[in-house]
Antibody, heavy 119, light 108 residues
Framework: QVQLQESGPGLVKPSETLSLTCTVS????????WSWIRQPPGKGLEWLGF???????KYNPSLKSRATISVDTSKNQLSLNLNSVTAADTAVYYC?????????????WGQGTLVTVSS | DIQMTQSPSTLSAAVGDRVTITCRAS??????LAWYQQKPGKTPKLLIY???TLESGVPSRFSGSGSGTEFTLTISSLQPDDFATYYC??????????FGQGTKLEIK
């Protein structure tokens, strides 16, 4: 059974870059679409972007080109970088995966990691 | 963006009740709709995809229906474990993919 584990700093200063890693175990990065999704405290879910294992990416326009998703297949890891953060970027960040070669719904989720943007 | 609107925002019900949550899309989404359940402090769990296909392992008391722009999630007989927040997600477009604002299902 695939498992996803997010990791990264829990506190980021305003205007700096938020950097998170999602480590995939029990399965391969290959042939799947991998997404980052976030949830501000007490609020709903927002899809941020996806990466296909080939390296192609797509992002939510609401991020205004601040996000970059990349992959390190040798480590079975995905990364999310979000620059110029503000308090509005405070959220639990999840990585998620759908079914084999399917871009759509999210079958597997990490447990999420809370990132607080504050000075 | 395709806007997803859920109703109601909060629903109070008792164990054994039949409940229905509605999700409306701002444009047709070709039945590319999923439903998730999220409990406090936990990860969302996929319940239904393609509007009506039950994810493996999900109890059969959950069902999804609808087409075009209006979709429903029905729980036929509420169990204590079902009290949670439910979200719909459209994946017809990833420009961007969008979620509903959530429906909190509370114990009456």
């Amino acid at each position: 059974q695939v498992q996803l584990q997010e990791s990264g700093p829990g506190l980021v200063k305003p205007s700096e870059t938020l950097s998170l890693t999602c480590t995939v175990s029990g399965g391969s990065i290959g042939n799947y679409y991998w997404s980052w999704i976030r949830q501000p405290p007490g609020k709903g879910l927002e899809w941020l972007g996806f990466l296909y294992y080939t390296g192609s990416t797509k992002y939510n326009p609401s991020l205004k080109s601040r996000a970059t998703i990349s992959v390190d297949t040798s480590k079975n890891q995905l990364s999310l970088n979000l620059n110029s953060v503000t308090a509005a970027d405070t959220a639990v960040y999840y990585c998620a995966r759908g079914k084999y070669q399917v871009l759509g719904y999210f079958q597997h989720w990490g447990q999420g990691t809370l990132v607080t943007v504050s000075s | 963006d395709i806007q997803m609107t859920q109703s109601p925002s909060t629903l109070s019900a008792a164990v054994g009740d039949r409940v229905t949550i509605t999700c409306r899309a701002s444009q047709r989404i070709n039945d590319l709709l999923a439903w998730y359940q999220q409990k406090p402090g936990k990860t969302p769990k996929l319940l239904i995809y393609e509007a009506s296909t039950l994810e493996s392992g999900v109890p059969s008391r959950f069902s999804g229906s609808g087409s075009g722009t209006e979709f429903t999630l029905t729980i036929s007989s509420l169990q204590p474990d079902d009290f949670a927040t439910y979200y719909c997600q459209q994946y017809n477009s990833f420009s961007p993919s969008t979620f509903g604002q959530g429906t909190k299902l509370e114990i009456k």
